[in-house]
T-cell receptor, first 116, second 112 residues
Framework: ETGVTQSPTHLIKTRGQQVTLRCSSQ?????VSWYQQALGQGPQFIFQ???????GRGNFPPRFSGLQFPNYSSELNVNALELDDSALYLC???????????????FGQGTRLTVV | GESVGLHLPTLSVQEGDNSIINCAYS??????FIWYKQESGKGPQFIID?????DKRQGQRVTVLLNKTVKHLSLQIAATQPGDSAVYFC???????????FGSGTRLQVQP
């Protein structure tokens, strides 16, 4: 167990709706990253949060947004859901950020989002 | 549980044999590498990491080899067990960048 917990574990939404996914980082970790993993592929970086601010972003549209709270937990919000948003959404926490990288990232079990 | 990696390259080995999983990376600036194991229905699990100033690192039953000349990474698993069956991903990182870049994965199947 990594200590990174995500909720919910499974979710079904309709195209056009909005969704919020949640992540609690491992104790002592102040950096949270979100990844999207389509079936049969490796995870793709969405963005990272450090000290409650977005600290880097991958090639995802603005309808993917996030938050980080003072206790380092995080939310991923996706607006105007599309069928292609169906994927496993993974949260990873790291012990450092804000300029330092190359440290271990520990993943949660993911949230399986299905858009119909 | 769900199936991760329906059409991934597959390595099939007998229980007790050694396994070698390979990964090619493309960015010569990458300086940190991680191997992850992902079982069906779960998130990636950290196995071992290596920095670019090393060419070999050993853990418990696992060894990672890094060849920067040909941009190749391998994961060796000794005495493979049925519990090692999973999809294995290599991930690379560049100091100063936030994202881990993952490879496409290899499915390891251990035959009893």
């Amino acid at each position: 167990e990594t200590g990174v917990t995500q909720s919910p574990t499974h979710l079904i939404k309709t195209r056009g709706q909005q969704v919020t996914l949640r992540c609690s980082s491992q104790s002592g970790h102040n950096t949270v990253s979100w990844y999207q993993q389509a079936l049969g592929q490796g995870p793709q970086f969405i963005f990272q949060y450090y000290r409650e601010e977005e600290n880097g972003r991958g090639n995802f549209p603005p309808r993917f947004s996030g938050l980080q709270f003072p206790n380092y937990s995080s939310e991923l919000n996706v607006n105007a859901l599309e069928l292609d948003d169906s994927a496993l959404y993974l949260c990873a926490s790291s012990p450092s950020g804000g300029g330092r990288s190359g440290t271990e990232a520990f993943f949660g079990q993911g949230t399986r989002l299905t858009v119909v | 549980g769900e199936s991760v990696g329906l059409h991934l390259p597959t390595l099939s080995v007998q229980e007790g044999d050694n396994s070698i999983i390979n990964c090619a990376y493309s960015n010569s600036a990458s300086d940190y590498f991680i191997w992850y194991k992902q079982e069906s229905g779960k998130g990636p699990q950290f196995i071992i990491d290596i920095r670019s100033n090393m060419d070999k690192r050993q853990g418990q039953r696992v060894t990672v080899l890094l060849n920067k000349t040909v941009k190749h990474l391998s994961l060796q698993i000794a005495a493979t067990q049925p519990g090692d069956s999973a999809v294995y991903f290599c991930a690379e990182n560049i100091t100063g960048r936030r994202a881990l870049t993952f490879g496409s994965g290899t499915r390891l199947q251990v035959q009893p």
